[in-house]
């Protein structure tokens, strides 16, 4: 029976408590159902007895104390809230103790942005990880050795797991289903649950907003004339020239202000631009294409997927409200 420990940090996110538990416990469930053993055997672990959540609306009851666990197969490490410096000083005492227990043999997985907590442990360096999109500059300037990737909803590097942004820690939920009860368990869970079974990619929701906490001004009103020009087609050598800088050292220096190159800024602030016009208005593709600069259908397209994964035909019809 493999040995899974929910931390319950402080200013956890109350449902990334209970939805691990209902899952792994439901797993066992459906397996005695079936006349097998069950696999898992779930312990909430904190740093007290009782741990109040959410401003003290709620309260939750730890099995067993932190000091208590000598050795665990799996960790989860819920999403937290609040002020993420002050939340993770708060929780300082449990990164030890899981650089302990990986050390002897334990995996680790972070749900949405416990992918803080996880990082601060180190574990992370030189390896990917996931966590939710809106946190994505703050994570790159507080773990630059950690490789964010926010685009995807888990990712795994020895034994250490991370998932994307709020509720998709389900699909990473069901990707240890899979690993530690096989396809089928995974599959009844998926069922039961109501869930899409092998979600990869959270890019359709993230909401791009470009990284202007840099102090590099020149970088930073070429941002804004990007933004303030989005249906104009804009080159990197305009750009350069219009504040005066060499192309290679304003390539240079964007890139290390915003985690972007020009080109990748001006395709993500137009591709936001044609979200928001796909999600509300009734103008078609073309006319969509043309408002954001484009004139060539296989180009708009083409950098659309990439950075949403999806078609504008396929976006619009998932998110198009007026439709």
């Known amino acids: 029976?493999?040995?899974?420990?929910?931390?319950?940090?402080?200013?956890?996110?109350?449902?990334?408590?209970?939805?691990?538990?209902?899952?792994?416990?439901?797993?066992?469930?459906?397996?005695?159902?079936?006349?097998?053993?069950?696999?898992?055997?779930?312990?909430?672990?904190?740093?007290?007895?009782?741990?109040?959540?959410?401003?003290?609306?709620?309260?939750v009851h730890t099995d067993a104390l932190l000091h208590e666990v000598k050795k665990t197969d799996l960790i989860i490490i819920p999403a937290i809230s609040g002020?993420?410096?002050?939340?993770?000083?708060r929780n300082e005492e449990f990164v030890p103790w899981i650089v302990e227990q990986h050390h002897k043999g334990a995996e680790a997985a972070s749900l949405c942005i416990g992918a803080f907590l996880l990082a601060s442990t180190g574990l992370l360096d030189g390896k990917e990880c996931s966590s939710h999109w809106r946190t994505a500059n703050e994570f790159r300037e507080m773990f630059p050795k950690v490789t964010l990737v926010d685009d995807r909803i888990v990712t795994e590097q020895n034994g250490?797991?991370?998932?994307?942004?709020?509720?998709?820690y389900w699909n990473l939920l069901?990707?240890?289903?899979?690993?530690?009860?096989?396809?089928?368990?995974?599959?009844?869970?998926?069922?039961?649950?109501?869930?899409?079974?092998?979600?990869?990619?959270?890019?359709p929701f993230i909401m791009f907003n470009g990284q202007k906490t840099h102090e590099d001004e020149p970088?930073?009103?070429?941002?804004?004339?990007?933004?303030?020009?989005?249906?104009?087609?804009?080159?990197?050598?305009?750009?350069?020239?219009?504040?005066?800088?060499?192309?290679?050292?304003?390539?240079?220096?964007?890139k290390k202000a915003t985690n972007n190159s020009p080109l990748e800024y001006i395709q993500r602030v137009k591709v936001e631009a044609a979200k928001k016009q796909l999600e509300c208005s009734r103008k078609n593709i073309n006319e969509v294409m043309y408002d954001c600069g484009y004139s060539d259908t296989k180009a708009f397209r083409t950098v659309f997927k990439k950075i949403t994964g999806l078609s504008p035909v396929e976006y619009r019809n998932k998110y198009n409200k007026v439709g």
């Open 160 to 168: 250490l797991y991370s998932s994307g942004g709020a509720t998709s």
């Open 219 to 254: 970088i930073k009103k070429a941002q804004e004339f990007i933004e303030a020009n989005i249906t104009e087609r804009i080159s990197v050598e305009d750009l350069a020239m219009k504040y005066a800088i060499g192309k290679r050292h304003f390539e240079r220096r964007f």
């Open 174 to 203: 069901l990707y240890l289903v899979e690993k530690y009860a096989g396809r089928d368990m995974s599959i009844m869970a998926a069922k039961v649950f109501a869930l899409e079974i092998d979600r990869k990619s959270q890019s």
């Open 83 to 89: 002020d993420i410096k002050t939340t993770l000083k």
């Open 1 to 59: 029976m493999r040995h899974i420990s929910i931390l319950i940090t402080n200013e956890a996110v109350l449902a990334s408590i209970a939805d691990p538990r209902i899952m792994f416990t439901g797993v066992n469930d459906f397996l005695q159902a079936a006349g097998k053993t069950p696999l898992f055997d779930v312990q909430l672990v904190g740093l007290q007895k009782e741990v109040k959540l959410h401003g003290g609306l709620f309260s």
